[in-house]
């Protein structure tokens, strides 16, 4: 190597690693607050990437969420402050279990959310005989792919079975694979963002079959909430963290909202998940689809939860006998009308949105 190119990699690696190492020393200013999600979504891309955490003052851990029942568990035993999760979740721990967990708002009602098969299942019908993976045989997800498959007339335990594998990342990577981790073939899945996008990138050997879109089907959809436990709304130091963060993620779903940033939204994406441009712009798509995505219409622009979309997920769990922990007579149409300590809590939505009007934070106009 010339010396002039080792000076110049020198050079390179200066002005590259230096300012990464800067990033990573601990910032005294910021307040740690611990993330719990299945996915990384666009919102949480843009919030990342652009810097909308550290601008409300927030150092913010991502936590992979491996299942429902792992993740829940750490929101309610405080290993997580926050996590967004399918609203169906939060409506069974709360209606048949009791537990004391709100939604704080809604993100999306399930961008790109597909059932998704290997190669050697081209149609529904081929998933007669097989086993189909989920996150959890009694959750949301699972009751929208029985409902799906029933409207093609198969039904559960009859025509197919569930194998219990984990959350959708596993899933997709299972899918891809071909095998289960026990060593069984993988047939079908339900996948959402941005699983969906990045596997109809893959080469066609490996690119899986799209069988069914979810919206074509059941629309809305409530699906992926910001959820917490109903003490930490009301306490006075969880509580004022949390709307930090529903702040910068207020911000950031803005941002993505808006036309004029597209191109930066993109390379967010692209940076978060790190995939192609190509991929990125696919993915952005999903997030921002007016039915299904991050800036679907119902929520307002301010993570409002559509009531229909949490009729319909109420409505699928009733269907197959998700509602066992329910007593005779419980009022749903009541339950779900929002209030403070209900299932839905605005109290800390409404302090972001005003934290957000008041534009503590510039939003950038460049990235
Ligand atoms: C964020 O917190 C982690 C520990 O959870 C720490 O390692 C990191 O340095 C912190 N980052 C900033 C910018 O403070
Ligand atoms: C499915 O979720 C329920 C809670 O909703 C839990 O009780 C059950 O253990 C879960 N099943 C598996 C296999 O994880
Ligand atoms: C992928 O599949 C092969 C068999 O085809 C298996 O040996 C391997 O463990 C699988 N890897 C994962 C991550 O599932
Ligand atoms: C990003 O993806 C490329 C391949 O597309 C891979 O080589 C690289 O290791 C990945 N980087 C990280 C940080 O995962
Ligand atoms: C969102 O909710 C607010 C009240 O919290 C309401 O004023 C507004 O109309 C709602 N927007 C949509 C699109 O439903």
Known sequence: MHHFQAFRVLYFLL??????????????????????????????????????FTANGLNVTFLQIPNSPAGYAALLNGQYDILTGTIDNTVNFRFNQQKALSVLGQLDQG?????????????????????????????????????????????????????????????????????????????????TYPFTAEGEALPADTRPNILARASDFVNPFSSSAFTATTASITDGIKGP??????????????????????????????????????????????????????????????????????????????QFGGFTGVPAGFNFADAIVPGPGKLIDYTLRDQAVQAAAEGKVKIKGDC
């Open 241 to 318: 963290l949390i709307t930090k963060f529903l702040t910068a993620m207020l911000e950031a779903n803005q941002y993505l909202a808006a036309p004029k940033h597209k191109s930066c939204a993109i390379g967010a994406i692209a940076a978060q998940l790190n995939i192609s441009t190509a991929v990125a712009t696919a993915e952005y798509a999903a997030a921002t689809d007016p039915e299904t995505g991050e800036t679907a219409l119902m929520q307002g622009g301010i993570f409002n939860v559509s009531r229909q979309g949490l009729l319909n997920v109420i409505d699928l769990r009733a």
């Open 111 to 191: 961008p790109d959310l597909v059932i998704a098969s290997v190669h050697s299942v081209a149609s529904v019908q081929d998933l007669r005989g097989k086993t189909i993976m989920v996150d959890n045989a009694t959750s949301g997800y699972a009751y929208l792919l029985r409902k799906i498959l029933s409207l093609f007339g198969l039904v559960l335990g009859t025509d197919y079975t569930f194998q219990v594998v984990g959350a959708t990342p596993l899933r997709y990577q299972y899918l891809i694979n071909g095998t289960t981790p026990d060593g069984t073939p993988a047939y079908a899945t339900i996948l």
């Open 15 to 52: 002005a590259y690693l230096s300012p990464v190492r800067c990033a990573k020393a601990p910032n005294p200013a910021l307040t740690p607050l611990n993330y719990g999600a299945f996915t990384q979504t666009a919102t949480y891309s843009i919030a990342n990437q652009l810097g909308f």
